[in-house]
């Protein structure tokens, strides 16, 4: 299958900074990434569709200006934690299609741990 | 509101029987259907998908049945094998509303016991 790359596997943060996570489709263009973040033993909640070249569209209850969604190029979108607090600790997971009716394709996930 | 529903958080099947993996959804526009593989950090694993015009789909050990009327699919992994031990997530997408994004279920924990 598609091999979609994310960077870094694990990071820790202190409270108050931001952080950088980066998707990456290695091997076929994405058009839509879609982030996503999971707490422990819980379900895989879709947070924003990342499109190319123009702004990412949020689900109900995600901040826009606190997850910051770029997706510069066919190959990479990036989600930039803001202002990191405790709270935010979790693990974030991208994914990608190689086409509009295929099925996605996900990165490895980031252990996001603010302390 | 929880549209895919994984009720049985874990599930633990002798090697070489089959595993029985179900899950439950309430929004009828849904119409594909997939199943993932997720292993400790990391991210999950596509195995198997499903649309709607079908009520079965086949891949090696790994069988997915959709029964519509029910609102209701499972997977079928003949026979488990160990390294087949990992939570497994179903996911359902409405594409004939144009929209491609997926709802995940909560996840059932496969255990294959040697």
């Known amino acids: 299958g598609a091999v979609v790359s994310q960077h870094p596997s694990r990071v820790i943060c202190k409270s108050g900074t931001s952080v950088k996570i980066e998707c990456r489709s290695l091997d076929f263009q994405a058009t839509t990434m879609f982030w996503y973040r999971q707490f422990p033993k819980q379900s895989l909640m879709l947070m924003a569709t990342s499109n190319e070249g123009s702004k990412a569209t949020y689900e109900q209850g995600v901040e826009k200006d606190k997850f910051l969604i770029n997706h510069a190029s066919l190959t990479l979108s990036t989600l930039t934690v803001t202002s990191a607090h405790p709270e935010d600790s979790s693990f974030y997971i991208c994914?990608?299609?190689?086409?509009?009716?295929?099925?996605?394709?996900f990165g490895q996930g980031t252990r996001l741990t603010v302390v | 509101d929880q549209q895919v529903k994984q009720n049985s958080p874990s599930l633990s099947v002798q090697e070489g029987r089959i595993s029985i993996l179900n899950c439950d959804y309430t929004n009828s526009m849904f119409d594909y259907f997939l199943w993932y593989k997720k292993y400790p950090a990391e991210g999950p694993t596509f195995l198997i998908s499903i649309s709607s015009i079908k009520d079965k789909n086949e891949d090696g050990r790994f069988t997915v049945f959709l029964n519509k009327s029910a609102k209701h699919l499972s997977l079928h992994i003949v026979p488990s094998q160990p390294g087949d031990s990992a939570v497994y997530f179903c996911a359902a997408s409405a594409r004939g509303s144009g929209t491609y994004k997926y709802i995940f279920g909560t996840g059932t924990r496969l255990k294959v016991l040697a």
């Open positions: 994914s990608a299609r190689t086409g509009v009716n295929t099925e996605a394709f």
